[in-house]
Structure formats: C-alpha cells, structure tokens
C-alpha cells in the first residue's frame, strides 16, 4: 500500500476526495486494485490510461454482475464507446456505488444502466432487456412472451405515472423511494 | 434522429427528440440554467455545502473539476473585486472549523483502521446478499455499543474499587466457571465486592464517594443507552417507514430488486433463480383477499387461529409456573438447574410454536406468519423474564427477615442474581450452539432462512437480561462482548456451512427496524423499570455492596444533596434537585409541551400526504395532456408532407414554450 501510496499525489488525493463520495483509504485502495489491472509498464503513467472493458470485468466484484456490461458503458468516457475505463471513471463508478452516496445519484445512475438504449426513459425494450438479466440469459431461464408481456404490463401499470408507455426518471425515482433496501443493495465495495 | 439520451453526457445541444423535451427531468437537463447560473449558485453557498453540491451531480470526474475550478475562480473575483474587509472575527472562526475538520478526517481514518470483522462482512454479503448482511451489521453495532459501556463501567466504578480492594481468599475450582459463584463472589464482578466507603488518596485530599459514583455512572449509562436507542430508532423509522403502499404492488419492485452486493457466482445464478420463481408465482397468485370464503370457511379459519393463540399463552404461563416453583424450591439446591431449565425453555418453546405455524401455515402470507411467530417468542421471553424479576426483587425483600441466615443470605442476596445471570448468559451460548449443528443436520439448504428466526428471537433476550444484570454486575458487558463474539462465528460458521442464500429477501432493512424497536420497548422500557423498582422501594443489602447501612439506594443522592446545601457555592445544584427533577410539576407541564409538540407534527404529515394525492392527480392530468398535444402535432405534421424549415423550426419552439408552460405549473 505504501508504494501506491506514494504515486498519488497528495493535492490529487484530497481533490479526488472533494469531487467524490470516497475516503482517503477508499481511493488509495481502488488505486491499487486499478494499477493491478495494468501491466507493469503501464503502471508509471496509470491516470492517463484506459484500462479495456474486458479487463474491468475481471474484477472479482463485477464478474458476476448481470449489469457489468451496463455499468462499464455508463461510467466509460471513452469517445470510442467501447467502454474501457479511466482511473477517474472507475473513482467515478466507485463512488457512486460507496456507502456514502445519495440515494439520489445512486438512483439516478441505476435508472441509467437499466436504460439499455441510452434514450432517457425506459420503455418496453428495456423493460425486458431488464427482467432477462434478472432472470438469467439462458434459452431455459427466460420467462415465455406472454409471461413477459403481462410482467411488463404490470410494471408499467404500478410505476409510469403519466402514462405514456415509458418510465422516465423522476418515475423511477418514485418507484426508487419506497424500497428503503435500495441504497443499502445498490453498492459494491472493494 | 440521434437520440439526446443521457449516454452522451456533457456534449451540449443535441438532436433532441420532441419525446425527450417534454419529460420532466430530462428537460430540465436539455435546458439547465446555463453553467453560468449554475456555478453563480455554487458560488455563494458555503465551501462545505458547495463540496456536498458538487459531489452530487451526476457528472463525470472532468466536468465536475472543471465546475469546481470555475466556482473558485469566481469565488476569487468576488473578494478581490468587492475588497470586504474580513473580520478577524471569520478569520478565526474560519480557522477553527477548518482545524476542526481536519480533526474529524483524521479521526474517522484512525477509527477505519479499529472496523472489525470487515473482511468477513464483505465475504457474507457476496455470497448471501444484503438481507443477510444486515443482521450481522446489527451484531456489530450491539458489540460496538458494548465495548462503549464496558469502558464506562469499568473506568469509573472498577478502577477505583481496585485500588481499594481486599485479597481474595476463597477457594478456587473449575465448576464457578459455569456458576459464577464462589470464588468469583469477592471480585470487582460483583456488587457486593464495592465498598461503601469514600475511598481516599493518602497524599492529596480528594476523595472519591464510591457510591455516588456507582449510582451516577449506571445512572448515565442508561441515559446515553436511551439516548442513542431514540436516535437509531428514529432514523432507522425514517429511512424505511413503513408504508402500507409497500406491500401492493410486487411489480414495480423489480426495478430496484437487484443486490448489486453479491458477488459469487453461484449466489448470483441462484438468486436469479429465486427471481424467476417469485415473479412466476406472483403472475399465477391467486390473492387471498380475492377468494370467496364461505361462512363456515370463515369461521374455521378464526377458530384455529384463536386455538393456537390459547395454545401458546397457554405454554407461556406453564412455562413461568414452572420457572416459578422451580426458583422457589431452589435455594438450597445446587445453582445450576434453574438457568438450565430457563435456557432449555427458551429455546424448545419456539420450536413448538413453529409448529403451529405450520398449521396456519395456508391462512396466511409468509411475512405475516413470522411476525406472529416473532410476537409469540417476544410475549414468551418477557414472561419468563419478568417472573425471573419479580422473583428476585421479591426474594431479596422476603430474605431480609431471615436474620438466622444472616451470612448465608449476604451471599444469595448480592451474588445470585447475577451469579443465576451469569450462568443463563452461558448456557443460552451453549445450547444455541448445539441448537446450530442440530439445525444444521435437520434442516436442509431450503429452509436457509428460518435460522435467522431463531437469530433474532435470541438477541432481546440476551441484551434484556445484561442490562438488568448491569446494575448488580458492573462488568456484564465484557461477558456480552465474549458471548457476541461467539455468537458471531457460530452463525458465521453455520452460515456458510449451509449452501444457499434465503429464498425471499426479508426486507433486510424494515425487519432491522422492528428490531430495533424491539430493543427499545419491551427490552430497555422493561430494564427500566426494574431498576427504577430497584432503588427506589428495595433496600441495599446491610453486609455488602456499596449502599450498606442506607434504607433505600436513592437515599445516597439525598444525602449528597444534603451536604452540597452547607456549599453556598452549589446552592443551584440543590435547587435544580429539587425544584426540577424532584417536581411533579416540571414533568408534566415538559410531557404537555412534548405532547403538543408532537401533534403539530402529525397535522403537518396530513396536509403532507393530502399533498402527494393532489400532485399525483396533477401528474396524471398533465400526461394525459401531454398526449393530447402530441396527437394534435402528429395529425397536424402528417396532413402537411415537407413542411417548409421556418415552419419546422416554429413548431419545435412552440414544444419549447409548451414545455416551459408545463414545468412551471409542475
């Protein structure tokens, strides 16, 4: 920990723990863990790299994540699309998914990975994307067409208040905040 | 047309399609006070409320520095330009809450190093997801909040007891280990080891009034207990109230449903099974409430519920019959049968009370049913414990007059009752352990969630019993803090042991409410009161403890007050006594304010709710509008093909302002 320690600067750290909802041990720890995925080379420069998606998903808190693709592809700012993360992106994910964040962004940036076109709302295409990845991908697991269709159906009837079809976000918000176990399940910790 | 959509963050002006511009946050996003105002805003708040503001923006790292930088340039503009003179006054207050906040980082970052068992919380909740996690978060508080009263005991009443403590001389063998008694009678454990004395330093003249200081530190002890038990309760209420809406309505609950926690694999394959089962059944459910029972059905129904109600009220007062007698007939008999017979009590009778919820099993949902089941173990715990209670006040008061077994009952009097605390503590320990290996064996991976059942069942009982016991044995929360700690890897060990998660999420966080609340009512309300009965109506012991030779405890605070009177420099401590706290008046014109208080606050929750229903209705109407208009737009734009660009560019402006008209109204 020493040795990571020394490669962040101190202004860098107290700025990073400004702009995000971590400690100081919390940054210095996803410090380590982001260098590890980096060959040793790379380790030098680690704040201008981008680490590829393929090797976030090794993380042993995403791999098994049904939503890691989703997560990947929201907190990336990579022009590309592709969805390799820099060690700012992954302070960004990291503190949106610690313990001291708002139910607010933390609904907001979930209403975002269930928003499987990136349109703005969640309409039925997504809807189902959401509940196959609830239910696991495989041909046996899925729920049948109609079984779907009602499951949506009903979805819609209890969250989209303004009935036009779609739930936008301040309705996913609504839905959001009657589950209190929410802020408590959304989180992943190094 | 390119969708705006909140995956191209930061890009400025896209293609919006006309649908985005009228949803309500999206709009507000598309046509935000621009940066300017935004950091105009973020400028004049205070620097912490602007860190706060700024680390919630749903932004990346790079625009939220740039913000940042922005707003202390601002900020640096503004002083140069409006040259305030800065008070030395701010200069220090400045100074002071920026030393101060440093202080606090540098505390929390010491007190990450001291987070137990952080490792092993995270392991449990990867493979067993949050419901499960919480209950062993609760554990840790409890141990947390132990540690605390251990230090405040042991720093305040036993230190100075050491320093003026006589040898021990009685025999030693391995059997007090269990008992508690014996040897154990002459050590700080116990009550009756205090003296009564002041107890003097040669050199310097202070003095230190052990029994003042043993009524005040219990005495403080207890308020911070209440005080941090109110503060968890009412926080914990108010992030998982209780909504009766929660429990209509299993659909929409599958937007935020996923434990993001898990982590292994076959934990994630398994409850994506679990997912699939529930959302079968409940397209499948045929309601209870839909079902058209006949009036005989009915009937039925009520008649074997109240059978099993009699039934278990029935168990609970054989129950404290028998612990009666037994404790009765037990004062010659060796110690040991009556906390074995309680334990033994304690932890079969549930499992015939689960019995009998296997009967009323079809009548009602599953969460229902482990409410009654809770409530029946609680009812039966309190009973047991309060005929244990009204035993020992009754005996000490009765021994009193046995003058012949004068030093016989100096012993009973101040060391059974903890001594018979002691041993319960233990064998609860014990058996529970045993009860995990046969449950283990008995109860295959399906059931994987009624061992949490008997989980909470034990924990009132057990944090009950430290704190009547408290008062006679300082040192009780060190025994807690060993039971916790095995209370802990037993379960851990169990836990892993049994290989799946519990089907059905329990609303982790409502039942750590209940839980909590549990703690408060029956448990510390009832600690209480039997403390409360206990300095004030019984007399100390005269051979032992530090009240000898006082006819009741609280007498040593009226004495005191007595000597401060001769002090004309404590005269208001005196007055306080006895014009506030010894005043019948005070308290009730304080619980008429708090009344009051409280009624203003539940009108206010009225007009509250009234105003959730009316903006509801409001939000509906404004959709159905919204439709309206955009059927209007289409049949318009569809009956003129290629419409010229103005008219294009008129018509989204005219979405514009009839978005703009929109979110004002909202």
Redesign the interface.
């Known amino acids: 920990m020493g040795g990571s320690a020394s490669q962040l600067p101190r202004d860098l750290l107290g700025?990073?723990q400004?702009?995000?909802?971590l400690?100081?041990?919390e940054i210095l720890l996803a410090h380590k863990r982001f260098s590890e995925l980096l060959s040793k080379e790379e380790r030098e420069s680690i704040l201008q790299k981008r680490v590829p998606k393929s090797q976030i998903l090794t993380l042993?808190?995403l791999?098994?994540?049904?939503?890691r693709d989703r997560i990947c592809?929201?907190f990336s700012?990579s022009e590309d699309g592709d969805g390799s993360m820099s060690f700012?992106?992954f302070?960004?994910m990291l503190?949106v998914?610690s313990d001291s964040a708002?139910s607010?962004?933390k609904s907001?940036?979930?209403?975002?990975i269930?928003?499987f076109?990136?349109?703005?709302?969640l309409d039925r295409k997504d809807l189902e994307k959401?509940?196959n990845?609830?239910?696991?991908e495989g041909d046996e697991?899925r729920?049948s067409e109609s079984?779907m269709d009602?499951?949506i159906q009903?979805?819609l009837?209890?969250?989209d208040?303004?009935?036009?079809g779609t739930?936008?976000?301040?309705e996913?918000q609504h839905?959001?905040s009657?589950?209190?176990?929410?802020a408590?399940?959304?989180?992943?910790?190094l | 047309l390119k969708g705006w959509g909140l995956g191209q963050r930061g890009r400025g002006e896209g293609q919006a399609s006309p649908m985005m511009l009228l949803d309500g946050y999206n709009f507000f996003l598309y046509i935000s006070p621009t940066e300017e105002k935004l950091i105009k805003n973020l400028a004049s708040m205070s620097s912490r409320e602007r860190v706060k503001a700024i680390q919630k923006t749903p932004k990346t790292m790079k625009e939220k520095r740039d913000i940042r930088n922005k707003v202390l340039m601002e900020k640096t503009k503004k002083s140069v330009s409006s040259s305030i003179q800065i008070n030395c006054c701010t200069q220090c207050l400045y100074k002071t809450a920026l030393s101060y906040q440093q202080f606090k980082n540098g505390l929390s970052e010491y007190l990450h190093l001291l987070q137990l068992w952080q490792k092993t919380l995270k392991v449990i909740g990867g493979k067993f997801g949050t419901s499960v996690l919480s209950y062993f978060v609760f554990l840790k508080w409890l141990l947390t909040f132990n540690i605390f009263s251990f230090l405040v005991n042991f720093s305040f009443i036993t230190i100075p007891q050491l320093i003026a403590s006589e040898p021990n001389n009685l025999p030693f063998n391995g059997l007090e280990l269990l008992t508690g008694a014996g040897y154990f009678k002459k050590t700080v454990l116990y009550y009756g080891f205090y003296t009564n004395s002041t107890i003097t330093k040669t050199e310097n003249n202070s003095s230190y009034n052990m029994q003042l200081a043993y009524i005040f530190t219990i005495g403080i002890y207890f308020i911070i207990c209440f005080f941090s038990l109110v503060y968890s309760m009412a926080k914990s209420f108010r992030k998982n109230f209780i909504n009766p809406q929660t429990y209509s309505g299993s659909a929409a609950k599958l937007l935020c449903i996923w434990d993001f926690n898990i982590t292994n694999e076959k934990a994630v394959k398994l409850k994506q099974s679990n997912l699939r089962t529930q959302m079968k059944e409940s397209l499948s459910e045929v309601t209870l409430e839909v079902l058209n029972l006949s009036l005989k059905q009915r009937i039925a129904r009520i008649a074997v519920h109240l059978l099993v109600w009699m039934a278990s009220l029935g168990i609970a007062a054989a129950c404290c019959a028998g612990v009666y007698f037994l404790s009765r007939n037990n004062l010659q008999a060796a110690t040991l049968v009556l906390p074995i017979v309680v334990s033994l009590l304690n932890l079969l009778i549930p499992f015939c009370f689960a019995l009998f919820g296997l009967i009323e099993k079809f009548q009602y949902p599953r969460h229902q049913l482990y409410l009654l089941l809770l409530c029946r173990n609680v009812f039966l715990k309190i009973a047991i414990i309060g005929i244990l209670c009204y035993y020992w006040l009754n005996d000490v008061a009765t021994s009193e007059k046995e003058v012949k077994f004068c030093s016989l009952m100096c012993t009973n009097l101040c060391h059974k009752t903890h001594g018979q605390e002691l041993a319960l503590n233990y064998f609860h320990i014990i058996l529970s352990k045993h009860q995990e290996i046969c449950d283990h064996w008995r109860i295959r991976c399906v059931k994987g969630d009624r061992r949490f059942h008997t989980f909470l069942d034990f924990l009132p009982c057990l944090f009950f019993s430290c704190r009547i016991g408290i008062f006679f044995a300082p040192l009780m929360p060190a025994m807690q803090i060993i039971s916790f700690f095995i209370i802990f890897y037993v379960k851990k060990v169990s836990l892993m042991r049994n290989c799946q998660p519990p089907r059905k999420v329990w609303r982790a966080s409502q039942m750590t409410t209940l839980f909590i609340f549990l703690l408060f009512f029956p448990s510390f309300t009832g600690v209480l009161s039997v403390m409360a009965v206990t300095i004030w109506r019984r007399t100390p012991s005269k051979q032992c403890g530090p009240f000898q030779g006082l006819t009741s405890i609280i007498d040593a605070v009226s004495g005191w007050i007595h000597i401060l009177d001769s002090y004309s420099s404590s005269k208001w401590v005196v007055w306080i006594y006895y014009n506030l706290i010894g005043s019948v008046h005070f308290f009730f014109i304080l619980t008429v304010i708090v009344l009051i208080i409280t009624y203003l606050y539940w009108q206010i929750i009225e007009g509250r709710r009234i105003m959730v229903r009316l903006l509801h209705e409001q939000i509906i109407n404004e959709g159905k509008d919204k439709m309206f208009l955009l059927n209007k737009l289409r049949t318009l734009q569809t009956s003129k093909p290629d419409p010229p660009k103005e008219q294009q560019e008129v018509s989204s402006k005219a979405w514009v302002f009839l978005c703009c008209s929109h979110s004002s109204d909202k």
Not at chain 1, 133 to 136: A, F, I, K, R
């Open positions: 700025e990073y400004e702009l995000t909802f400690s100081k041990q042993p808190e791999r098994a994540n049904p939503f592809r929201v700012t700012e992106d302070l960004d503190s998914f708002t607010e962004i907001h940036y979930a209403f975002r269930f928003d076109d990136d349109d703005g709302t959401l509940v990845c609830l239910t696991g697991t729920l079984e009602q499951l009903n979805i009837e209890e969250s208040i303004d009935k036009d739930i936008n976000l301040s996913f839905v959001i009657r589950s209190p176990d929410f408590s399940s959304f989180k992943i910790v």
